[in-house]
């Protein structure tokens, strides 16, 4: 198991999406990429300039996140992201 230090979340991200709300196929090269995910570990909170910054999130939230952010690792061949609590941007309810 990933353990992410402070300031940072380990998110699963949702898979990418292979059609359009249509029906239209998408080729590979066109998917974008997706930008929700479930947060699968949390990490402590940081603190800055003296400041302590909780994490705002917890652990089987859907959230939102920014569309570069994090850094992809994989672990057993499943594709995750690390990502900084300032990255994300909203927390999903009722999905």
Known sequence: MIKPLAGY?????APKET?????????????????????IACGPDSVEEGKTVK????????????????NEIKD???????????DLMAVISGK
């Open 55 to 70: 994490c705002p999130v917890k652990v089987s939230d859907k959230v939102v996140y920014k569309k570069w952010g994090g």
């Open 19 to 39: 059609k359009t709300a249509s029906g239209i196929v998408l080729p590979e090269s066109a998917e974008e990429k997706p930008q929700e995910g479930k947060v």
């Open 9 to 13: 979340v380990l998110i699963d991200p």
């Open 76 to 86: 057993g061949g499943k594709e995750l992201l690390l990502i900084k609590f300032e």
